[in-house]
């Protein structure tokens, strides 16, 4: 441990502020001893969306607060124990990963494989620093903990509640979408996952999809929305960060008028961000919850454990680690209980789900002319 953290930890140093992360740097001698430190520490990155982004980064902020035992509202120990840096550009990747190291926190997370190179460079440089990575299982090293999902579970699970709810509509020969961000194996997960939901209730339903390449330009989903939407298209499912807004706008602009259309969230519970004006109503009939937050519960928990593993661990729905999300009352019971009895039988095996875009096209029926592609 270096610098302010380390500080904290030994309670022989006296005069140290706790106020803020430079804690150390302001100590007094006038100030009393500091207590010893009862707890990790962690410095969460988060690409320019920040945790606000209402889906990943805010699930991953959600997980560190649970275990700290604050709120979204009340983060009382933010800059004691745990903060946030959100690097607004990919250059300030590795010298935010250096800036956290040399500040001594026991655990640094990186969430998402934009971070892989300049994580895999600094952690090399600093094998005694503890690291986790989130949506990464290629860098081998010993001091990070890799966490994956199963996010074609959860993925497959909407796409059915989509098709169950076309099916309660009475809607003949229903079309869904899938909206993307930035190609690549992670997203393909998504996508693959809830084409096989949907054709699991209706096996020659058909499947749109298109990808922003951007994590953030909501506009152009909202355009592709729209188009779809005017189409014909029943629900769209959006795996692409903060770009998905546009397609959850969309979907409240069209469900406000009247039009029989949805919008399918991810990582988070988007149900509040579908709501329409002055309505309890929302547009988003369910989100796939990919939830980050039991991931870093667990990597915490190792950390003070001191159980902590250099090692890629997959969190799926037997785990906790993937879901869905049964907020919106237009997603019934009978629907509800549908789902949750294929939600048991993906666990028990029953159900096999491909993971990949090689695997699912040798599915009788898969569409062959997706834009998904396996790194």
């Not at 520490?41 to 560190?64: E, H, M, P, Q, Y």
């Not at 010298?95 to 600094?122: C, H, K, M």
């Not at 309505?279 to 667990?298: D, F, G, I, N, Q």
Request: with cysteine; net charge negative; glycine share 10%.
């Amino acid at each position: 441990m270096k610098k302010s953290f380390l500080c904290l930890s030994l309670a022989a140093l006296a005069a140290v502020s706790l106020i803020g992360l430079a804690g150390c740097q302001k100590k007094s001698a006038a100030s009393p001893a500091a207590p010893a430190r009862e707890d990790v520490t962690v410095r969460l990155l988060t690409d320019a969306t920040g945790i606000d982004d209402k889906s990943f980064n805010a699930a991953a902020w959600r997980g560190i607060l649970e275990y700290y035992g604050d709120t979204w509202a009340n983060a009382s120990k933010r800059g004691t124990f745990y903060d946030v840096v959100t690097a607004q550009t990919q250059d300030m990747y590795i010298p935010n990963l250096r800036q956290a190291t040399d500040e001594g926190y026991d655990l640094i997370v990186a969430t998402g494989f934009t971070w892989a190179d300049a994580l895999g460079e600094v952690a090399a440089d600093n094998p005694d620093q503890k690291y986790m990575i989130v949506d990464v299982d290629w860098l081998g090293s010993s001091n990070i903990m890799q966490s994956v999902y199963a996010e074609h579970e959860g993925s497959f699970l909407v796409g059915a509640a989509a098709a169950l709810k076309a099916k309660a509509d009475g809607i003949e020969n229903p079309r869904f979408g899938f909206i993307g961000g930035v190609p690549g194996a992670t997203i393909t997960k998504f996508e693959v996952g809830y084409v096989q939901g949907v054709l699991s209730i209706f096996p020659n339903a058909e499947i749109v999809d298109y990808y922003v390449n951007s994590w953030g330009e909501p506009a152009l989903a909202k355009t592709q929305a729209k188009n779809w939407y005017d189409s014909g298209v029943y629900a769209i499912y959006s795996a692409a960060g903060g770009s998905g807004n546009g397609t959850i706008a969309q979907a409240k602009e069209y469900r406000a008028a009247g039009r029989n259309v949805w919008a399918i969230g991810v990582d988070s519970d988007q149900h509040e961000e579908g709501l329409l004006p002055n309505s309890t109503e929302s547009a988003v009939l369910t989100s796939m919850l990919k939830r980050v937050e039991t991931s870093l519960v667990y990597v915490l928990n190792e950390i003070k454990n001191g159980t902590f593993k250099g090692e890629v661990i997959t969190f799926d729905l037997s785990k906790d680690g993937v879901g869905y999300s049964t907020t919106n009352p237009a997603l019934d019971r009978d629907i509800v209980t549908q789902l949750n009895t294929l939600q048991q039988q993906i666990v028990s095996g029953q159900i096999k789900i491909a993971a990949t875009n090689a695997e699912a096209q040798k599915i009788a029926g898969f569409p062959q002319n997706l834009k998904a592609i396996d790194d």
